[in-house]
Nanobody, 123 residues
Framework: QVQLVESGGGLVQAGGSLRLSCGAS????????MGWFRQAPGKEREFVAA????????YYADSVKGRFTMSRDNAKNTVYLQMNSLKPEDTAVYYC????????????????WGQGTQVTVSS
């Protein structure tokens, strides 16, 4: 399994932006479909975005569509999540994950997980 480390979280005012990064170990990173998830206090972990391993196609949760952009750099074994127009309801711990296979949104279908990075959006 690939090992993942997230970074880039922090405190930002509503309407601001952050860019999260997720670095992966291993030489097979390009074989993985990658995803971002988030978990707010008292809530279940939920899907945010994913990017395919092959053509770089992306898929987003409706709640972030048009505001968040996911990308990957296979040469750097890194995926990114650019978050714009942040809202207080985006406050959560954000996790990176990878899986072998197509994009799916069910959390239980993802394997490797990072330790998470906290994003806090103040109103």
């Amino acid at each position: 399994q690939v090992q993942l480390v997230e970074s880039g979280g922090g405190l930002v005012q509503a309407g601001g932006s952050l860019r999260l990064s997720c670095g992966a170990s291993g030489r097979t990173f390009s074989c993985y479909t990658m995803g971002w998830f988030r978990q707010a206090p008292g809530k279940e972990r939920e899907f945010v975005a994913a990017i395919s391993r092959s053509d770089g196609s992306t898929y987003y949760a409706d709640s972030v569509k048009g505001r968040f952009t996911m990308s990957r750099d296979n040469a750097k074994n890194t995926v990114y999540l650019q978050m714009n127009s942040l809202k207080p309801e985006d406050t959560a711990v954000y996790y990176c994950s990878g899986r072998i296979g197509v994009i799916v949104t069910m959390t239980r279908n993802w394997g490797s997980w990072g330790q998470g990075t906290q994003v806090t959006v103040s109103s």
